[in-house]
């Protein structure tokens, strides 16, 4: 016997008792703007704290340090559909950190498109590591907290 064609075309989720429970259940879930907008907060804060404490002659290793802690923390509150965000997030935020708070570094010097993106290569190299790892380290999390959960296409088994 065949199901009818109305049942295979339902889109209809699972309900939420059938669901197995996710390992982590976080406080808040985040979408992908939310933990964008979160990761890129926290890296221009600790991007700006770094300028004022390291006399703005140089891009700040702050900034790569909050870009790491804060893109494990929005893998860890992020939702299920948006998991990806979190992954790529880090260090796109960083090259967006680098291109604004950068330009502090450039005050009093000759501003010419050699020494900008001189600026932005050494900044961005000097962070890749911490770049590597937040992206591992996220995608630890996002793995270990949506192990156990259904996935979000159903399966086309017939």
Not at 47 to 57: E, M, N, P, W
Not at 144 to 158: E, I, L, M, Q, V
């Amino acid at each position: 016997m065949s199901q009818s064609p109305q049942s295979e075309l339902d889109p209809s989720p699972m309900p939420q008792s059938a669901r197995p429970e996710e390992r982590f259940q976080p406080i808040i879930n985040l979408n992908g703007r939310g933990v964008l907008l979160f990761v890129l907060f926290a890296t221009m804060v600790s991007g700006a704290i770094g300028l004022v404490v390291s006399g703005a002659t140089v891009f700040p290793p702050l900034a790569g340090w909050g870009m790491l802690l804060s893109t494990v923390l929005g893998a860890a509150v992020v939702r299920r559909p948006d998991r990806l965000v979190a992954l790529w997030c880090g260090p796109v935020v960083l090259a967006i950190t680098v291109a604004v708070l950068g330009q502090i570094t450039l005050l009093g010097a000759t501003p010419t498109l050699v020494r900008e993106f001189s600026m932005f290569w050494a900044a961005m190299s000097s962070a890749a590591p911490l770049q590597l790892l937040a992206v591992a380290l996220a995608a630890l999390v996002t793995r270990w907290r949506f192990s156990g959960s259904t996935p979000d296409r159903k399966s086309a088994t017939n």
